[in-house]
Every structure is written in C-alpha cells, then in structure tokens.
C-alpha cells in the first residue's frame, strides 16, 4: 500500500495562474519532504524540499506548505508558466532511514499559453 | 558536472540474455540508487550503495546484481529477466545522506527504458 499519495493523476492551468498540487501521506514518522519536477525523457530534478519541524518553505516561485496534523502537503507554483508543464513527484523519508524515499505516482501539470 | 549520466538510454533483450546498465556521476557523491519506475507508478528504490558497499537491498530478485566499482560507477547486471521487469531504470547519487544532512536531494539520471521480450 502507497505510503504517499497524489490523487490527482494530472492538472490543467491558465499561464500566469496558480497551481496548487497536492500530497498526502498515512505515516506520521516521516520527517521530510520534497517535490521532483520530471519532463519527458529525463530523469526527476529535485525542485524544493521542507522538514517536518517547518510548515512552509518558499523559492522563488515555488511554495511549499506542510500540514502535519493533516498529513498532507502541497506545492504551489505562482505564476504558473509553460515551462512548468511536467510530472511532479513528492517523496517522503523517515527520521533515521536517510537513504530511503517513498514516492508519489506523480500528478501531470499542464500549463496553458 | 552536475549530471548523472545513463546508459543506454533503451535496451531491448531476450529473457535469455546477460546485458548490464551504467551509471557514472563526477559530483563526488557517495550514495548512488537504482530506482525501478513503471508506467503510472512511482519510483520504487531497488538499492542504494553508500560509499561503494551496498547499503540496502530492498528485496529485489536475483536477476538484478549491482556492482560499484568505484565512487563514480554504478552497474545493473540483468540475466534471465521476465517481461514484467519492463520499466524505466533511474540511477541517482547524493550526498552520503545522515543526520547531519540539510539537503536531501537527489541528483537522478534521465534513465534506461528497458524491455524484456
């Protein structure tokens, strides 16, 4: 059984809107977070991360929020743009196990000119 | 160099066939990864060597073997593989990841997708 979730397979957006893409997790022990970006024919690229002891975490466009007594995270991309169109993994690890990762099955954006 | 570099990008092979994949990073990271994608599925880690030993094995099958031959290589050997195997192969590499980490992210490869015929 998935240990993270992105229930929304795919997401379609107007260029200069927000995006807003979701993730929810069942275990509490994890302990940090983080979102990939993929584009087709490459490999994932880590894109912003956030510990469990923050509930935000901002780079540039990119916005991470944390709600821990919901077990659920989002990242929020403001304003969306071309370019960002590509599959978005997030990934959680728990306290100790540094190596290991649980991944998300990914939600597709898709940003419109 | 802040590349992972995978090869090949396809491979097709027969069930009864030995092929390997590689991966090769200069970012002088000492953890390196096999991940195991399927279509509509997430990444599921395979192994992770830390310091060229192997560190986890998440109970993969025999037919795969990794080896690092150094703290820049990364190998896949495949024998005798079954059509379900087919995926995309991610090699990654990080930081050699502990408690005193601050940036646990992965450098990854753009993959090898593999069929098994």
């Known amino acids: 059984d998935q240990q993270v979730k992105q229930n929304s397979p795919s997401l379609s957006v107007q260029e200069g809107r927000i995006s807003i893409l979701n993730c929810d997790y069942t275990n509490s022990m994890f302990d940090y977070f983080l979102w990939y970006k993929k584009y087709p024919a490459e490999g994932p690229t880590f894109l912003i991360s956030i510990s469990s002891i923050k509930d935000k975490n901002e780079d540039g466009r990119f916005t991470v929020f944390l709600n821990k007594s919901a077990k659920h995270l989002s990242l929020h991309i403001v304003p969306s743009q071309p370019g960002d169109s590509a599959v978005y993994f997030c990934?959680?690890?728990?306290?100790?196990?540094?190596?290991?990762?649980?991944f998300g099955s990914g939600t597709k954006l898709n940003v419109k000119p | 160099d802040t590349e992972v570099t995978q090869t090949p990008k396809h491979l097709v092979m027969g069930m009864t066939n030995k092929k390997s994949l590689k991966c090769e990073q200069h970012m002088g990271h000492r953890a390196m990864y096999w991940y195991k994608q399927k279509a509509k599925k997430p990444p599921e880690l395979m192994f992770v060597?830390?310091?060229?030993?192997?560190?986890i094995n998440e109970s993969v099958p025999s037919r795969f073997s990794p080896e690092c031959p150094n703290s820049s290589l990364l190998n896949l050997h495949l024998h005798a593989l079954q059509p379900e195997d087919s995926a995309l192969y991610l090699c990654?590499?990080?930081?050699?990841?502990?408690?005193?980490?601050?940036?646990?992210?992965?450098?990854f490869g753009s993959g090898t997708r593999l069929t098994v015929v």
């Open positions: 990934a959680a690890k728990f306290r100790y196990n540094f190596n290991k990762f649980y």
């Open positions: 060597y830390s310091y060229e030993k192997l560190s």
């Open positions: 990654a590499s990080s930081q050699d990841l502990d408690r005193r980490s601050t940036n646990y992210g992965y450098t």
